[in-house]
Structures are given as structure tokens and as C-alpha cells.
């Protein structure tokens, strides 16, 4: 009975959240990784993002599971939401260092917004999960107003 009260709870609250995100296509989060990993179709983020009202940057390029992308490849998606944040930035490392990069930068830069979602809510799914669906509806709400207030310009990942 109680099992059964939380998935009530669980499927509800995300309801209602669902019910708050913009229609319209899902505007493209990248959540950049150590080494570039990019997690695409059929996995749990990714799941997680799209209950949130997004799609990854795996998904705009195409693959499933996780890859690991070429920089130069990463930088030409139009990413409107991104974060480089890894919960492996301590101590240093060349891998993280990596999230550093000004091409990544740059590319943070012509994002709509930026996010920064605790490593806890992506490991496995449970009712904390509904706290980065919650961060990513009003990210998608940002975005949205970020995006009427300045329109993306015909050049490739200008905005």
C-alpha cells in the first residue's frame, strides 16, 4: 500500500509538472560530461529530459546510449539549455579539465540558459528524480521567453 502511495504520488507530481511545460518543439539540452559524453536515446537522462520538456544533444545528433563526441562535432549543436558541470571536477583531471575548453564556453555562451543539476538526481529513478523534471520545466519556461525576447538570427548556431 505504501509502495503503491508513492507511485500515485510520483506519477501525479509529474503530471502536473508536464502540465507546465510550453508546447511547442522541445528545445536541445546538452549536458556536457567529462571526455564529451553526451547521453542519447534510450537512457535514463535522457528519459528525465524529455519528462522535463527537452531533448539532449545526443538525441539531435542522433544516437542512443552514451558517446563520447568529438569536440568539434559538439560545438555545431544549437544547444538552447547547456551545463558543464560534472560532479568529477575534484581533484583535477585532463578529463575534466576538458569542460573548460573556450570552444565549450563559447558554445555555452550562445545558449539560451545554462542548469546545473545535482549528480543525485540522475542516478537512478526516485521521487528525487521529479526535482530535475521541476528544474528542467523552468528552464524550459526560460528558454522559451529567452528565445521570444531574441530570436535565434539565420546563422548556424547564432543567437
Do not use: W
Not at 529530459?49 to 527537452?54: C, I, L, Y
Not at 559538439?74 to 576538458?98: G, K, N
Request: aromatic share 6%; net charge positive; hydrophobic share 40%.
Amino acid at each position: 500500500e505504501r509502495a503503491e502511495a508513492i507511485i500515485a504520488d510520483f506519477k501525479s507530481r509529474l503530471a502536473a509538472l508536464q502540465a507546465e511545460i510550453p508546447p511547442g518543439e522541445k528545445p536541445i539540452y546538452a549536458s556536457l560530461q567529462i571526455n564529451n559524453t553526451l547521453p542519447g536515446k534510450g537512457t535514463l537522462y535522457t528519459e528525465v529530459v524529455n519528462a522535463g520538456g527537452f531533448r539532449t544533444a545526443g538525441e539531435a545528433l542522433g544516437f542512443s546510449g552514451y558517446q563520447t563526441v568529438p569536440l568539434e562535432r559538439l560545438i555545431q549543436v544549437p544547444a538552447d539549455l547547456i551545463s558543464t558541470r560534472s560532479q568529477y571536477e575534484s581533484p583535477p583531471s585532463m578529463a575534466t579539465q576538458s569542460l573548460r575548453h573556450p570552444l565549450l564556453r563559447q558554445m555555452a555562451s550562445r545558449a539560451y540558459a545554462a542548469i546545473d543539476i545535482p549528480a543525485r538526481y540522475t542516478t537512478c529513478t526516485t521521487p528525487e528524480t521529479l526535482n530535475m523534471v521541476a528544474q528542467l520545466v523552468q528552464a524550459r519556461k526560460d528558454v522559451d521567453a529567452a528565445k521570444k525576447a531574441k530570436p535565434r538570427t539565420a546563422a548556424v548556431g547564432a543567437r
